[in-house]
Each structure stands twice: as structure tokens, then as C-alpha cells.
């Protein structure tokens, strides 16, 4: 079946600008994660959904930083006012109920703020 | 704080050698404890993972992982690698207490040679 898919995979953007990244998770998931990786490390917690709320936001490292999932499936990653060290690699994993289940990784959108 | 140590960031083996990696965590509470890979080209994925009972999990392609609780360690082992064993390994730990974060390790980038 369908995997974790994100869009876009890669984003170029300048220095204050607005971004939104998007995942879709597998089918029936109820649990959502975003994370952040850096070069060199691992992935860093951002938020964590089960269904439309967020469970857990306390990985947000700042307020320009926010993520929605309104409907429980899709989720989008929203950036204000981007800065050059937000660049990393956004990932976001889905699982089945919660975190005592295998987290299943998308590819990961690829963020450059230049 | 809640931590993960992962002991070495680059290991290069010839084929057939054996594999030790080593992860070791802070976390109050109740533990789950997981083991990723990703390979080149590909996704995270879960290679195994530990909740309770038998200390010594077996995942896929060989590996295995035993959780010593007096050492906060969760290695991870496979007695003879492959060419095709070649990825990063990311050790990570959740569990009943510091909201629904999953907290991975910096990783372990293993080359093994032909």
C-alpha cells in the first residue's frame, strides 16, 4: 500500500518567507509526527498529532513555527519568517494508534533558506 | 534530560565481520526502545524495537538488539554483516513520561566493504 508521502520535496526560499510543507500519512494512521533533521544528526521531535489535535507541540522550537491537521489525515508544517537555520530535512512519520507503534517515515522534504 | 547516546558516528567492517553499535539513553519512566535504518536512497525504517519481556529483541535481516536496563544500554548486534548492511542506524526511546517525543540518537554510518 501507500507509503508517507511530503511535498514538496525539496523548497528553496529566501530568508523571511513563508513556507508550508505537507505530509500525507499512510490510510487510517491516527498518529502523526513531524521531525527536523540536521546534517550529522538525528531526528529531532517537533510535534506529534493523534487525530486533529496536537498531543504534544513541545518539540517547536520558536512561534513561527506552527502545524495543523484539520482533518485528521493530511497535516501541513507552516514556517513564518524563515530563517537560514531552519534549513534541514523536514520528516514527518505516521503510526497506527501512538507511540508505542512502528512510525513510518516519509522521504522528507529538504528545506534551503538562502 | 532525556537523551540518546549512540557511542560511535562511523564504523567501517569487511564482510562477515561482526557488528556491534552501541545506544545508550537517559529516560525516567517506562522505556520503549527502537532501532532505524535508513539506507542509502530510501527512508527511515524500523529495523526492531523493544516494550517489555524478553530483553533480547530480534528484527529483520539478522539483527538484534539486547536491552540492559542497569547499563541504559540497547545495543545492537549482528554477528556477520553484508555489503548490503551499509546504511545509517539510529537508535530512539519513548515512553510513559516526557509527553509523546521520540528522541533518536545522533547515528551510526556503517560501510561494510565487499
Do not use: M
Not at chain 1, 531526528?43 to 486533529?52: M, N, S, V, W
Not at chain 2, 553484508?82 to 551510526?108: L, M, P
Amino acid at each position: 500500500g501507500a507509503g508517507v508521502s511530503q511535498t514538496p520535496s525539496n523548497k528553496v526560499t529566501e530568508k523571511g518567507k513563508y513556507v508550508e510543507l505537507r505530509c500525507d500519512p499512510i490510510s487510517g494512521h491516527t498518529a502523526l509526527y513531524w521531525y527536523r533533521q540536521s546534517l550529522g544528526q538525528g531526528p529531532e521531535f517537533l510535534i506529534y498529532f493523534q487525530g486533529t489535535g496536537a498531543a504534544d507541540d513541545s518539540g517547536l522550537p520558536n512561534d513561527r513555527f506552527f502545524a495543523v491537521r484539520p482533518e485528521g489525515s493530511v497535516s501541513t508544517l507552516k514556517i513564518q519568517r524563515t530563517e537560514r537555520g531552519d534549513s534541514a530535512v523536514y520528516l514527518c512519520a505516521s503510526s497506527a494508534r501512538g507511540q508505542g507503534d512502528t512510525q513510518y517515515f516519509g522521504p522528507g522534504t529538504r528545506l534551503t533558506v538562502l | 534530560a532525556q537523551s540518546v547516546s549512540q557511542h560511535n558516528h562511523h564504523v567501517i567492517l569487511s564482510e562477515a565481520a561482526s557488528l556491534e553499535l552501541g545506544c545508550n539513553y537517559s529516560y525516567g519512566g517506562t522505556v520503549n526502545l527502537f532501532w532505524y535504518v535508513q539506507y542509502p536512497g530510501q527512508h527511515l525504517q524500523l529495523l526492531l524495537k523493544y516494550f517489555s519481556g524478553d530483553p533480547l529483541v530480534k528484527g529483520i535481516k539478522g539483527f538484534e538488539a539486547e536491552f540492559i536496563k542497569s547499563k541504559f544500554s540497547f545495543n545492537l548486534r549482528k554477528p556477520s554483516v553484508q555489503w548490503s548492511d551499509t546504511a545509517e542506524y539510529f537508535c530512539a526511546v519513548n515512553g510513559n513520561t516526557g509527553g509523546f517525543k521520540t528522541i533518536f540518537g545522533a547515528g551510526t554510518r556503517l560501510f561494510v566493504k565487499a
